[in-house]
Every structure is written in structure tokens, then in C-alpha cells.
């Protein structure tokens, strides 16, 4: 029986933000799934070692352009044109999108033609893509043109901020993975002719092995300074300038602190002036990216983590500080309660209040001062409750077996079954 083949297609792997891109290809491989790892931009990052073979650990990288394939495609679209057309009439007649909006859009269906190209001659089953941005156009424009599945995953602002054509495109998917219970809400409700049953909660996870700090820690000294962490790359939509503005009133209240902030990103040089604008230099510090080894130091070391975005899935750093024991205070927005629940595993702010985020970071500073067991023995609780959720609901390896299992169930001919599947237990 051959193998099933998957064309997975992110806006650009690998990616050291997205890393959970790369651990379902691997999950999909470890399946015996052949998984052709696809990249719209070019990527950043080197390719991580791979034990597999080269042909099945390349990148299919849609840039640079050639002007010759780009030809095929052309040709190719024109063949297929009955399989486009609908698409085509979405783009051109339908919906409120502005003409600059649709002409993207029209390219990029010439890049979905490019794409199918590329994997025409390797016996693509499904095509999966990565986020709902203009790559899940070209991946679902490719699906057509090959007459193959198609699904997709949807995150954070690539549903709730810039959700270009997703009604189109959540009408030609076989299925969707989403990763919190309020996207799928968000989803069905705003969309209300989609199938409910293709509309998949596909948690995230982080590697709950590393040892973590004991929550038991002591009371801080009137002498210690506050430190706050951040992380997350520098994006308007993270809204690191958020956290500049509450620094200042930080301060102003008179508080002691030094805030960390770990990523890079295009807004550094704006955060860079409100720091500067606002005599932060010595307490707010741009740490750059920072290796994954240092970011567990930074973790131990922070007293509060902080996040203060826009728009968010279900952050990896806030999973990532929790099952290390450190506090967490977040804004109570999108699916950020599912996993901070306030009072109990971490704390919440009113979002875009800069007066209740730092009313919050001063109370809970002051807590972990207090010296008396009942106020320590809470933030003890709280941070061992948060670990525990953690280890419960978003352990990477328990929730990438989960997704490897959803997965193939949906995509898999019902003849085909994995080369390791014990035969005895298809029969039962």
C-alpha cells in the first residue's frame, strides 16, 4: 500500500517563532506520512538536522519566482479552469474587499496555480497550510488544480484581526484546526454555514520535561528589585508599547523594577524612541532574540511575566512560563482564560487599561513581599496549579500524538492505515 503523501505549506519554514510548524511534520513523518515541508518566503532560520532522507527533509520554497514555472502555471490554470472559476468570481464580484485586496488576491491565485506546478509530478493526497493568511489562498488555489484536500489551521490575528476570503476558504476545507475553544466559538458564530464537525480544537504544547522552579518560593526582600519578563516578537499586535507606557506608570508609583524583553521584531526602533521618551533606558532593556537555553534562565530569574498583546491564540510563552512556576499576568482576552484561569493559575488585566495592569503588577509585587504563610502559601498554590494545567492540557508531545491521530483520521483513505498499526487491533 503506497504512502500518503502531505504538501505542508507555512508563510515561511522554518520559523523560530513558529516552531510547532516543524514538530507536526515531524509527527506526520514519524507516522510514515511522506510530508512535503513548504515555505511561500523564503525562510530565516537554517533547516534543523534531520534523520530522514533528503528528498523527504527539502524545503519547497515558492521564492525566488521563475519566470519559466510561473509560465506552466499560467498554462496550467487556463487548463484547469472550471476547477478555479468559482474562486475567481469570489475575487472579482463578491464580497467588500478593496480593489488592492482583490488583486492580491489575484496573484496570489496565480501562485496557488505555481504551486500546484511544483507539486504536480509528486503525488500530493492533501495539502495542509499553516495560518489563514495569503498562503491558505495559494494552498487552496493548488488543492483545486490538483482535485486533492485541503485544511488549515487557524491561530490568533490570522482569524480575529486579518481574516482575508475565510469564508471562502472555510467553505473548500476539509477540515480546520484551530487551537483554543474561542476560536472555534469565534468561528461558528461568524460563520454560521460552516459544518460544526469540521471546526477541530488542535491544542498546542510545550515541553513539560524541562525541570521547572519550585513554586515554593521565598518572599522577596524590600531590597530585591521587581523584575518583569516579556517575550514575544516586536509587533504591533504584541503592543510592547503597552508595556513601555505601563513601565512609566510603574515607575511613577514608585516602584523598583527592571522589565526584560526577549524578541526582535520591526517595531523595535519605535520601542526603542518610548523608551528613550520616557527615561526608561535604565529599567526597560530590548534583550534581541534569546536562545531557548537562556530564555529558561530568564524564566527562573523574572519575579512577574507579563504579556500584553492585542489579539493572541494561546501564546506558547505564557505556556512556557507557567510550567517553569513563574507568575503570569496577561490580558483576559481571546483564548488567554482558557489557560490563565485568574486567581488561580495566574492573573488577568482588563485589556487596553493601563491603570489595571499596573494596579495588578503593584499588588501582586507587594504580595510577594509579605512575609506570612497564608499570602505565600496562595502564590505557592497558584503557581503549582499553573504548572499542573500545563502538564494536563498542553504538554507538547501528548498534544502532537492527539493531532497526529485527528489528522490522519481526516485525511487518510479509509483503505490505507499506517505501516506500524498492529493488524490484529484493525479487526477488533
Known amino acids: 500500500m503506497s504512502r500518503v503523501t502531505v504538501a505542508y505549506l507555512a508563510n515561511q519554514y522554518p520559523a523560530a517563532v513558529e516552531p510547532y510548524v516543524g514538530e507536526e511534520i515531524e509527527e506526520l513523518r514519524r507516522r510514515a506520512v511522506k510530508v512535503i515541508a513548504g515555505s511561500v518566503r523564503t525562510p530565516d532560520a537554517p533547516q534543523r538536522p534531520s534523520s530522514n532522507s533528503p528528498s523527504e527533509s527539502e524545503i519547497l ?22 476547477r478555479i472559476s468559482d474562486l475567481l468570481m469570489r475575487i472579482l464580484l463578491r464580497g ?9 488576491a489575484l496573484l496570489h491565485t496565480w501562485l496557488g496555480a505555481y504551486y500546484a506546478v511544483l507539486l504536480k509530478e509528486r503525488g500530493v493526497d492533501h495539502i495542509h497550510v499553516h495560518h489563514g493568511y495569503f498562503g491558505s489562498w495559494i494552498a487552496m488555489v493548488a488543492a483545486r488544480l490538483l482535485d486533492v484536500g485541503f485544511s488549515l489551521t487557524l491561530h490568533g490575528s490570522d482569524l480575529l484581526l486579518h481574516g482575508a476570503y475565510l469564508d471562502t476558504k472555510l467553505d473548500n476545507c476539509r477540515f480546520c484546526l484551530t487551537i483554543s ?11 454560521p454555514d460552516v459544518e460544526p464537525r469540521t471546526i477541530i480544537v488542535s491544542r498546542l504544547g510545550v515541553d513539560t520535561q524541562l525541570r521547572a522552579e519550585s513554586p515554593h518560593r521565598p518572599a522577596r526582600s524590600r531590597s530585591d528589585k521587581f523584575i518583569l519578563l516579556a517575550a514575544g516578537r516586536l509587533h504591533a499586535v504584541k503592543d510592547h508599547a503597552f508595556l513601555v507606557r505601563a513601565c512609566a506608570q510603574l515607575r511613577d508609583h514608585g516602584l523598583d523594577f527592571e522589565c526584560l524583553v526577549a524578541g526582535e521584531g520591526p517595531e523595535r526602533q519605535r520601542l526603542e524612541y518610548l523608551i528613550r521618551e520616557n527615561q526608561l533606558q535604565h529599567r526597560v532593556k530590548l534583550l534581541g532574540h534569546v536562545a531557548r537555553q537562556e530564555m529558561d534562565s530568564l524564566y527562573r530569574t523574572a519575579d ?8 493572541e491564540g494561546i501564546p506558547l510563552v505564557l505556556m512556557e512560563a507557567m510550567a517553569r512556576g513563574t507568575t503570569v499576568l496577561a490580558p483576559a482576552i481571546t483564548g488567554v482564560p482558557e489557560l490563565v484561569v485568574p486567581g488561580k493559575s495566574g492573573f488577568l488585566y482588563e485589556p487596553g487599561s493601563l491603570e489595571d495592569f499596573a ?42 500524538t492527539c493531532f497526529g491521530g485527528v489528522f490522519l483520521q481526516r485525511i487518510a483513505p479509509h483503505s490505507w492505515s499506517p505501516p506500524y498499526e498492529d493488524p490484529l487491533l484493525q479487526q477488533i
Open 61 to 82: 520554497c515558492l521564492q525566488p519566482v521563475r519566470l519559466l514555472t510561473l509560465l506552466r502555471a499560467l498554462m496550467l490554470a487556463i487548463a484547469r479552469w472550471e
Open 96 to 104: 467588500t474587499e478593496s480593489p488592492m485586496r482583490r488583486l492580491k
Open 181 to 191: 475553544e474561542y476560536n472555534r466559538r469565534y468561528i461558528l458564530q461568524h460563520f
Open 304 to 311: 512577574l511575566f507579563v504579556l500584553t498583546s492585542l489579539s
Open 359 to 400: 494596579q495588578r503588577v503593584l499588588f501582586l509585587e507587594a504580595l510577594m513581599r509579605v512575609t506570612d504563610h497564608p499570602s505565600q502559601n496562595r502564590l505557592n498554590w497558584i503557581r503549582h496549579a499553573a504548572r499542573v494545567g500545563i502538564l494536563h492540557n498542553f504538554d507538547r508531545q501528548k498534544n502532537l
